[in-house]
């Protein structure tokens, strides 16, 4: 059997995501960072946005990224979209460097709402996923809080009379909503506030991949593989169609995924360039010339 035996006559069907790609937060990140680098040389703390293209892209245009400020060799470091929290901050300040801060303000609202809580009396839960940067910048600040992203997490916890709720700004709301109603009937004798924080690019790109996969035999979805709104799409998906894929870019694609198919889904992470999504696109149109 030949190669091209594999290829079907007649092209896929592609549906789009209403609500995809790259969000207002990862694009302004993206402008600062590419703007300041012209100027003066230029350090990032972690990665501006995780997607390797957009890094890539940025390395070539001269910017470095380091871990901590004690590696940084550059004047000047920039905060992630994903946040800091007041604590990193001062390590940059203690080392002379100068700080540019390309924070979403979605995600400086949830710090914002966190800190509130905390000063109100609440004992802060955070949900999200341990050790992503977003969460660890929600959480360095305060004296003592949880992290939970399951209800066995929420099993787990000590008792506190009042708990104050907030979100990664990239968690499904639903997941979200049913943790917050679990822990109060986990603790029905505590008082409960709840902030939403969960972004509103987030929510949009959810209910639309939930649209999508209804929609699809096959989706794909393209992001970076640490990028957690990705990876929330991904599972999304994965709730109302089989078959799902995450692929980070073109040469990820396989034509035994959507060679016996009709109609292919794809969406994509707000780290996620739209010269990308329009490669994947390009890539399976190729299979059937």
């Known amino acids: 059997m030949t190669s091209h035996t594999l290829y079907r006559k007649v092209k896929v069907n592609v549906l789009r995501a209403e609500h995809m790609g790259m969000c207002f937060g990862v694009r302004d990140a993206i402008a600062l960072a590419n703007r300041a680098v012209k100027q003066r040389p230029l350090t990032v703390l972690g990665e501006l946005v995780h997607n390797a293209k957009v890094q890539g892209d940025l390395q070539a245009r001269g910017v470095r990224f380091e871990d901590s400020p004690q590696a940084v060799a550059t004047q000047t470091v920039m905060i992630t979209a994903h946040g800091a929290s007041n ?90 909503r049913g943790l917050v109603e679990y822990l109060q009937a986990r603790f029905p004798d505590s008082g409960v506030r709840f902030v939403d924080t969960v972004c509103q690019p987030t929510k949009q790109r959810q209910h639309a991949a939930e649209q999508l996969a209804r929609e699809s035999d096959v989706v794909l979805v393209i992001g970076g593989k640490n990028s957690n709104n990705t990876c929330e799409l991904v599972e999304t998906c994965r709730q109302f169609c089989e078959r799902v894929h995450h692929v980070q870019g073109p040469e990820d694609v396989r034509i035994e995924w959507i060679n016996d198919m009709d109609t292919l889904g794809i969406t994509a992470g707000t780290s996620t360039p739209d010269e990308l999504i329009d490669s994947v696109e390009s890539r399976v149109n190729a299979f059937f010339p």
């Open 87 to 176: 604590r990193l901050r001062a390590q940059v300040h203690g080392e002379g460097l100068q700080l540019q801060d390309a924070t979403c303000p979605l995600v400086h609202y949830a710090h914002k709402q966190v800190q509130k809580l905390a000063l109100a009396g609440y004992h802060p839960v955070i949900i999200g996923r341990h050790g992503h940067v977003e969460v660890r910048g929600l959480t360095e600040d305060l004296v003592g809080c949880d992290v939970v992203l399951s209800e066995e997490d929420i099993d787990n916890l000590e008792p506190h009379s009042r708990f104050g709720v907030v979100a990664q700004t990239t968690q499904p709301i639903a997941r979200v």
